[in-house]
């Protein structure tokens, strides 16, 4: 396409998708790198799980079950929930998106804790909605009273993660009780981390109408490339959310794999001890080598860097010894790197790489 005709074509895009273009984007992976930027798991799946993978593969001419039924059932089992108040999605970034259209018109607000996840930031954009950034408390406690009577007031719905990304905090779940419980908002609250922590409120569901959680397989099941997600929520908040979804939107292995990791859930018990022991280990030496680090219940660790350079520094100079870190689009955390836990060997080389820089750094300084 000329030039000319490249400009025509684009010049016909709404304001919106200007800005989208503005936004930060996910470093493009490289094969040689260890990734520890996006928080995948970097275990194989059990041999039980991975079988029903293979076997889901012959059935590759097939369209997949409309609607995700028998994984929707067997999650409903699962969680000692109902099958409609299950909605199953390729990844729960997709219910993120369907959320968003189903409960939000252009001009509308919707609330976000902050920091927290940023790809709320572009679904805001994308639905023409205002987000309203609320500002965690101090050391990351629920700002309950903000959420309840400030500007939030307002929005069609408050999100917020627990554990939160990017910080790994943790709120006790009597306290989201205590905000669903006096809101009449719907709460979204994105458990991507929770089995890393020590508790999760899903057991809430069947007493308030309001709440809405969302899970994934992605980061504690290690399952990211295959994409599975889940809503649960009351049958009517999550039959909106049905009505709008795609036909056929997820495949024939998401659906074996989704259900299968249900039914294995305890052969990950080894994964998840791992994660915890490493992220405390990491933890540990990071702040030996002078990186100061908020406890983490998820698995990844946000570590502020020592004085004199930026996270962007950090995350360049990892990336030159093949190690793939986050930074932070959020004013404050500038001076922060986010670390994703991943095996032994893989933690070990981005510790030595850590001791490697600042080496050359002290060498450096002392040089001038
Ligand atoms: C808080 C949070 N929610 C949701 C997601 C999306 O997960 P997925 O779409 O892989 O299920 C992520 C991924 O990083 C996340 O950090």
Request: some cysteine; glycine content about 6%.
């Amino acid at each position: 396409m000329s030039d000319a005709k490249l400009q025509s074509v684009l010049s016909s895009l709404a304001e919106v998708y200007r800005q989208l273009d503005s936004l930060p984007s996910s470093p493009v992976p490289d094969a040689g790198c260890v990734k520890l930027n996006t928080n995948e798991n970097p275990f194989a799946l059990p041999a039980a799980v991975m079988q029903s993978a293979l076997a889901a593969l012959e059935r590759q001419y097939l369209y997949p079950e409309d609607d995700n039924i028998s994984l929707r059932e067997a999650a409903a089992a699962s969680y000692n929930l109902s099958t409609d108040q299950v909605i199953a999605g390729n990844g729960s970034s997709e219910l993120l998106s369907l959320i968003y259209k189903a409960f939000l018109d252009p001009g509308d607000r919707v609330a976000m804790l902050s920091p927290g996840f940023a790809y709320n930031r572009k679904l805001a954009l994308l639905q023409g909605a205002r987000l309203l950034e609320i500002k965690w408390g101090e050391s990351c406690l629920l700002p309950i009273h903000k959420l309840l009577f400030g500007p939030a007031k307002e929005a069609k719905f408050i999100l917020l993660a627990n554990p939160n990304n990017p910080t790994g905090t943790f709120v006790p779940i009597a306290d989201i009780e205590g905000l669903v419980a006096q809101s009449d908002r719907l709460i979204v609250l994105d458990e991507a981390y929770v089995d890393f922590a020590p508790d999760s409120a899903l057991r809430l569901i069947n007493r308030y109408s309001n709440l809405l959680v969302l899970r994934t397989f992605s980061k504690s099941y290690a399952a990211a490339g295959i994409r599975v997600g889940f809503g649960f929520g009351h049958p009517q908040v999550i039959g909106r959310l049905r009505n709008i979804q795609n036909l056929f939107n997820m495949n024939v292995i998401g659906h074996a794999v989704g259900v299968s990791i249900l039914a294995n859930r305890a052969a990950y018990d080894e994964n998840h001890r791992h994660i915890k022991f490493e992220r405390e280990r990491v933890r540990v030496a990071l702040s030996q080598l002078g990186f100061s680090t908020t406890p983490s219940h998820a698995n990844f660790l946000l570590a502020r860097v020592p004085a004199g350079r930026d996270g962007t520094w950090w995350q360049t100079s990892l990336k030159r010894k093949k190690i793939l870190v986050a930074v932070l689009p959020d004013e404050s955390l500038e001076d922060c790197i986010r670390v994703s836990i991943g095996t032994k060997p893989q933690m070990d080389g981005f510790l030595a790489a850590v001791d490697d820089i600042i080496g050359a750094e002290m060498s450096r300084r002392s040089a001038v």
